[in-house]
């Protein structure tokens, strides 16, 4: 009786195929690159395992969180989410606003806006945004869509939504992601620190 045996060798490199499925008949190689798409995008995250706090007696842009985005890993379709949790006290000033925001590269490309009506000390606040990769290229583009709620009395909230508009990244090389806040007036009392927050592909 003869007996065949056929033999795997052992594959080089699998380069992540991304939004393909299983298909009966792929060659291994195949379902090697669609599988390494699923692992690639698990590992692209980060996230905040200290707390950031800062806001005091300043009007300027304060990084909490930021993920760096190989070209490897992105294609059109892709889906970055940020979630972003903690504290904020804010004396009462009239008209006078806390921002959380998201950066792609350098551009602020959404912005949460809270408008205190009272003064808070160490309110509740949470938000959400999404990432959506539109178009590869040097010119390409992203959206990005958020929404956010901050405690501003024990039976009420604050709430906050933003939208685009789509906003252009050069996606061909790396570029960062990052989620900040600032307020809009100096106070040596305005304090906001993030205890929990990630960044991740989805």
Do not use: E, H
């Given at each position: 009786?003869?007996?065949?045996?056929?033999?795997?060798?052992?594959?080089?490199?699998?380069?992540a195929?991304?939004?393909?499925?299983?298909?009966?008949?792929?060659?291994?190689?195949?379902?090697?690159?669609?599988?390494?798409?699923?692992?690639?995008?698990?590992?692209?995250?980060?996230?905040?395992?200290?707390?950031?706090?800062?806001?005091s007696?300043?009007?300027?842009?304060?990084?909490?969180?930021?993920?760096?985005?190989?070209?490897?890993?992105?294609?059109?379709?892709?889906?970055?989410?940020?979630?972003?949790?903690?504290?904020?006290?804010?004396?009462?000033?009239?008209?006078?606003?806390?921002?959380?925001?998201?950066?792609?590269g350098?551009?602020?490309?959404?912005?949460?806006?809270?408008?205190?009506?009272?003064?808070?000390?160490?309110?509740?606040f949470?938000?959400?945004?999404?990432?959506?990769?539109?178009?590869?290229?040097?010119?390409?583009?992203?959206?990005?869509?958020?929404?956010?709620?901050?405690?501003?009395?024990?039976?009420?909230?604050?709430?906050?939504?933003g939208?685009?508009?789509?906003?252009?990244?050069?996606?061909t090389?790396?570029?960062?992601?990052?989620?900040?806040?600032?307020?809009?007036?100096?106070?040596?009392?305005n304090?906001?620190?993030?205890?929990?927050?990630?960044?991740?592909?989805?």
């Amino acid at each position: 009786m003869a007996i065949n045996f056929r033999f795997i060798q052992r594959i080089a490199s699998a380069a992540a195929t991304y939004g393909s499925i299983l298909q009966v008949g792929d060659r291994l190689d195949t379902v090697f690159q669609k599988l390494q798409s699923l692992l690639v995008t698990r590992s692209v995250r980060t996230i905040l395992t200290a707390a950031v706090s800062g806001g005091s007696s300043s009007t300027a842009d304060i990084n909490v969180l930021s993920l760096t985005i190989s070209p490897d890993t992105t294609f059109a379709g892709a889906c970055y989410r940020i979630t972003l949790n903690g504290t904020i006290t804010k004396p009462f000033s009239n008209g006078t606003t806390v921002n959380i925001w998201v950066k792609v590269g350098s551009t602020k490309v959404a912005v949460l806006t809270f408008t205190p009506t009272a003064t808070r000390t160490n309110t509740l606040f949470s938000v959400d945004f999404f990432i959506t990769v539109r178009t590869i290229g040097a010119s390409g583009t992203v959206y990005v869509s958020g929404n956010g709620a901050w405690q501003q009395t024990a039976t009420s909230q604050l709430t906050a939504f933003g939208n685009g508009p789509a906003a252009t990244v050069d996606n061909t090389s790396n570029f960062p992601i990052t989620v900040g806040f600032n307020f809009s007036n100096s106070n040596v009392s305005n304090n906001l620190t993030a205890q929990t927050g990630i960044i991740l592909q989805i």
